[in-house]
């Protein structure tokens, strides 16, 4: 999930031939598309949280080594 990184989101039919991945962790729900494939998409392309302060400062200090 790209709003809590759990690893394990479901595809659900939320309408008749409609679908959203969501996640059951955070609850987090993808854009309703209609078909599998256009969801699995679209989820893919939801916006990620900026890395943390700590993630970024130790990404700067490997590609300084």
């Given at each position: 999930c790209p709003f809590c990184s759990y690893e394990d989101v479901e595809i659900d039919e939320v309408g008749m031939?409609?679908?959203?991945?969501?996640?059951?962790?955070?609850?987090?729900?993808?854009?309703?598309?209609?078909?599998?494939?256009?969801?699995?998409?679209?989820?893919?392309?939801?916006?990620?949280p900026p890395a943390s302060i700590e993630d970024l400062l130790a990404f700067d200090l490997e590609q300084s080594l």
């Open positions: 031939a409609e679908y959203a991945v969501d996640c059951p962790e955070c609850r987090a729900l993808g854009p309703i598309s209609g078909s599998v494939m256009e969801a699995i998409r679209e989820w893919n392309r939801a916006p990620r």
